[in-house]
């Protein structure tokens, strides 16, 4: 998978169920990810300093609990549940275009610059894109978290929210013509099919029974996580109607999920904690979905 996995994720990703984690499973697959145990003592040493996790014990034998939980069990590998379900309810065809474009406008005084920014980055984190002249437009319905966002910034007053169903930028009105001229579809797009290359040749080697050991389950799961993440996070999941068929989020979703199916079924490999990852249950909950007939 391309791009590090920073060392206090991967802490965080190895948190089970009755929140500790062990410190030799830790060093095993920080190895196997190429990281030192230098760098591992170091960011332990910091999140110890940060009241996040007690540390009792030495070295491989040391164990650690979790203690400040900032909603984010794994840090930023959990998945936004409801992000990742609105997907595959996508792909599953359960959610489709409606012809309408919610469009976003606001003026913030450069005195509340925090609040302005807040603003702006919901927007673009709810799958919104910047228009010429200051506004923002997306293809889903995100009026109620934008506006409850505003409401919470103390700008409701400045937030402007208009429909349409007729949008033309410059010269372009042709719906999908300006998904592909408002959104990085292209970059969106290779970061689904690197997710999905990663994901089936990790099936194949759980299928063909190469994973053998809890260390080589567990960084599979973590770049799992990671890259799934990459793929996801930016992704504005604009409606099929606008995207090019076949767009490869759906193949890199259904690869990813079959993918954790196997390895949550793989037996535990001697010397595993009994208690398990807490990653495991949180991607099991958010890909949960109604059957489709």
Known sequence: MNGPIPTRL???????????????????????????DQQVRLCLKRL????????????????????????????????????????????????????TWHLFGFAIP???????????????????????GGMYVAANAIGD??????????????????????????TTDDPRRLAALLWPLDEIAERHRELA??????????????????????????????????????????PPELLPQPWPGAEARRLSRECWAALRALPPAPGEPGSPLRLFRLYGDSDERPNVR
């Open 145 to 170: 978290l934008v506006e409850a966002r505003a409401r919470h910034l103390g700008v409701a007053d400045a937030l402007s929210v208009l429909t349409t169903s007729d949008l033309r930028v410059g």
């Open 48 to 99: 110890v300093a940060e009241g996040r996790f007690a540390h009792e014990g030495r070295g491989r034998k040391a164990v650690l609990t979790a203690l400040a939980d900032p909603g984010r069990p794994t840090g930023a590998l959990a998945p936004d549940a409801e992000h990742v379900r609105y997907a595959y309810r996508q792909d599953d065809g359960l959610e489709p275009w409606s012809g």
């Open 197 to 238: 290359a990663f994901a089936r040749t990790a099936g194949a080697r759980v299928a063909a029974g190469e994973v053998t050991t809890a260390a080589e389950r567990t960084r599979l799961a973590v770049e799992l996580a990671a890259g799934f993440g990459r793929a996801l996070t930016p992704d504005p999941l604009l």
């Open 10 to 36: 991967l802490v965080h990703a190895l948190v089970r169920e009755d929140g500790v984690v062990d410190a030799g499973e830790l060093y095993d697959v920080a190895a196997l990810l190429g990281m030192t």
């Open 110 to 132: 450069e005195a509340r610059r925090a609040a302005r920014d807040g603003l702006r980055e919901t927007l673009v984190h709810l799958g919104a894109a910047p228009l010429p």
